[in-house]
């Protein structure tokens, strides 16, 4: 059984590009959640999504990040016109459902982002 | 004030040791507890989950709640060198889509030295 996987692993940008990484749950899940981390900080939500849906997107800066998790493929976390404070690792977890009593999240190895 | 405070370390101790790593949170809404560990440059790895107070035990690894305090703590027993890692607690809230949101520690950092 396949982990969670994320693409690319390492990705760089110019200011001012667009970056896309994506993320494929862990087979029979059905839950996405993004967190970002900043170098010498942990760990900060980003977004929770289910199938077509997002459920809570309250870590989610106001202006340029969007995402979404189509009924068919991966999960994607878009950022247009990239800053250098976007410079992060950008993680994925899946989890099967909100079973909170039997389950949590299961992480990718996450995609580094460099803005140059 | 964060949410969940950890204490970043470093942290650094011979192999066979016993480690401690703890965490302390300010809301009593949370309800589930969990403890990963990352590697350099990797994501981070479950290695203990709990939703209770008291202690949770699993091969060297011991997880021990206490609601009534506000304290979380992880121990690490007979420590090896491949426990060298960043230990982040977890927390998360009860009910509906709260537990999507996983509030962490700043993470700890732990070397075992031979």
């Known amino acids: 059984n396949a982990g969670v996987m994320q693409n690319p692993r390492h990705l760089v940008r110019r200011r001012g590009q667009e970056a896309r990484l994506r993320c494929s749950p862990m087979k029979g899940h059905s839950h996405v959640y993004w967190y970002r981390q900043l170098p010498e900080e942990g760990l900060k939500f980003m977004v929770y999504?289910?199938?077509?849906?997002?459920?809570?997107e309250s870590g989610m800066p106001k202006e340029r990040f969007s995402a979404e998790f189509p009924k068919e493929g991966p999960s994607i976390l878009r950022i247009q016109q990239v800053v250098r404070g976007d410079s992060a690792a950008y993680f994925c977890?899946?989890?099967?459902?909100?079973?909170?009593?039997?389950?949590?999240?299961?992480f990718g190895p996450g995609t580094r982002l460099t803005v140059l | 004030q964060k949410e969940v405070e950890q204490d970043p370390g470093p942290l650094s101790v011979p192999e066979g040791a016993i480690v401690s790593l703890n965490c302390t949170y300010s809301n009593s809404a949370f309800q589930y507890f969990m403890w990963y560990r990352q590697y350099s440059r990797k994501g981070p790895e479950l290695l203990m989950y709990t939703y209770s107070s008291g202690n949770k035990e699993d091969g060297r690894f011991t997880a021990q709640v206490d609601k009534s305090s506000k304290y979380i703590s992880l121990f690490i027993r007979d420590s090896q060198p491949s426990d060298s890692a960043t230990y982040l607690c977890a927390t998360a809230k009860a009910g509906g889509t709260s537990y999507g949101k996983l509030t962490f520690g700043q993470g700890t950092i732990l070397t075992v030295h031979p």
């Open positions: 977890a899946s989890s099967p459902a909100l079973l909170a009593s039997t389950d949590t999240q299961y």
């Open positions: 999504l289910q199938k077509e849906n997002i459920i809570d």
